[in-house]
């Protein structure tokens, strides 16, 4: 009698369990409020009839018959924060607005629908918690103005475009699991991988001011294969940084006007400085088949550098000169190239301390300035000019401040390197 019992027991308590892990739908109704229960039916448009908020198995829908009006469509967090499974926005006649300003947990997937509103005041962030393979993020167009955390072990996969914007809660963290960019454009402040996190951005086009690739798991050139990376910012702390040498990225443009920015290791199919300065393979190595090199810099290579095919450095026309040394001024560093001589352009460029070897050496530099150190470069003998200060007080590199002659036209001139001759006078 005593084993029946048990076992009745042990059937009621495995039928609880099976319940409670058995995900029940929830539908929002009557307009804006405060996630409480009084908001939710189990049947779109019904009456309130549910016993328990929504749990992290269970689903809840946003539709026609949730009763948004303009003037009742706020939705906000309780104290603590909210969870569910899947989080569905779809088909609202008036669109809401969500403050997750006291966190949202999300245990399976997400839609979101066109013209809605995701507020975030410094509070909790939204996470993802799934362990299973397969969920998906529909973003709609919507802009996130809170943190995003993924901390399960499952995979998600943003079926759209991601904008957070540059600022400095916009932040994705994947700590777990597999996140999938794939043929997107994603737009946001920071992007970091941990842990034995892992990435795909096949195809993608990522804009942000910091990236960081933690992750014990290399990146493979198939996960970053046709991808672009730019790094926008302009502050001293723009930084490119990944954790192992073979981690392979395609292309990675520092796009921004800025100083430091950084690139601490990793290997590229091309890297361009289109603005700001830089640190390369600051804490590491960097191979890269290109690199290009089109602002003044100065570009200080921290470690040994690896180009095997194309190299560029080149100002623009009366741009100055683009400055190359290391991060100290008695350390050599060694820039590998593994190019033909066709392929290596240096123009209007002062280098220090960098050693360059290859098949082809000495390399030339056209119109450049040796500053010691080096070896490997043939600095090619060039023609200077003489230029006039114009226009009060102002900065040296200001273009608008040179005149090719006394009084002349500002802007006329260059900006001078140590080929020229400049005149301060009463012009």
């Not at 198995?57 to 948004?68: K, L, Q, T």
């Not at 996190?197 to 804009?207: E, W």
């Not at 390369?280 to 040994?304: E, M, R």
């Not at 036209?409 to 006078?425: K, M, Y």
Request: charged content about 10%.
């Amino acid at each position: 009698m005593r084993t029946i019992k048990f076992l009745f027991l042990a059937i009621f308590l495995l039928a609880s369990s099976v319940a409670k892990l058995s995900a029940t739908d929830y539908y929002w109704i009557g307009g804006g409020g405060t996630w409480e229960i009084s908001h939710f039916s189990s049947t779109s448009g019904g009456g309130q009839d549910m016993t328990q908020l929504p749990t992290i198995n269970d689903n809840v829908y946003f539709n026609a018959n949730s009763g948004f009006t303009t003037i009742s469509r706020n939705v906000s967090m309780p104290t603590g924060g909210a969870a569910c499974k899947d989080l569905i926005f779809d088909g609202c006649t008036v669109v809401p607005y969500l403050n997750v300003n006291n966190g949202l947990t999300i245990n399976g997937s997400l839609q979101l629908q066109a013209g809605m509103t995701i507020a975030y005041s410094y509070g909790g962030p939204i996470n993802f918690t799934s362990p299973n393979a397969g969920e998906t993020i529909q973003w709609s167009g919507v802009e996130i103005s809170s943190p995003v955390n993924f901390n399960g072990n499952g995979s998600w996969t943003f079926l759209d475009n991601f904008n957070q914007g540059y600022y400095g809660s916009n932040i994705i963290v994947n700590n777990n699991g597999m996140l999938i960019l794939d043929n997107i454009t994603v737009k946001n402040n920071s992007i970091t991988v941990n842990n034995s996190a892992q990435i795909s951005i096949k195809n993608t086009i990522i804009n942000v001011s910091t990236w960081t690739y933690n992750s014990s798991v290399v990146l493979s050139g198939t996960a970053s294969a046709n991808s672009t990376i730019n790094v926008h910012g302009n502050s001293s702390n723009n930084i490119f940084s990944t954790v192992h040498a073979t981690d392979k990225y395609y292309n990675l443009n520092m796009v921004s006007e800025g100083s430091g920015h950084h690139i601490n290791r990793g290997t590229f199919n091309k890297i361009t400085y289109a603005a700001g300065s830089g640190f390369l393979a600051n804490g590491g190595t960097i191979v890269t088949d290109s690199l290009l090199l089109h602002a003044f810099g100065p570009y200080q290579f921290n470690n040994n550098v690896t180009v095997n095919k194309y190299l560029l450095a080149k100002s623009a026309v009366c741009g100055g000169l683009i400055d190359l040394k290391t991060n100290n001024y008695t350390t050599q560093r060694t820039l590998t190239y593994g190019g033909t001589p066709a392929d290596i352009k240096l123009e209007n460029v002062r280098i220090s301390n960098i050693a360059i070897t290859g098949s082809g050496t000495p390399y030339p530099v056209t119109n450049g300035s040796d500053y010691g150190g080096n070896s490997g470069w043939n600095f090619l003998p060039g023609s200077g000019h003489t230029w006039y200060w114009v226009g009060g007080t102002g900065n040296w590199t200001d273009k608008n401040h040179w005149a090719d002659e006394s009084g002349g036209t500002p802007g006329s001139g260059c900006i001078p390197t140590p080929l020229d001759n400049v005149i301060f006078d009463n012009g």
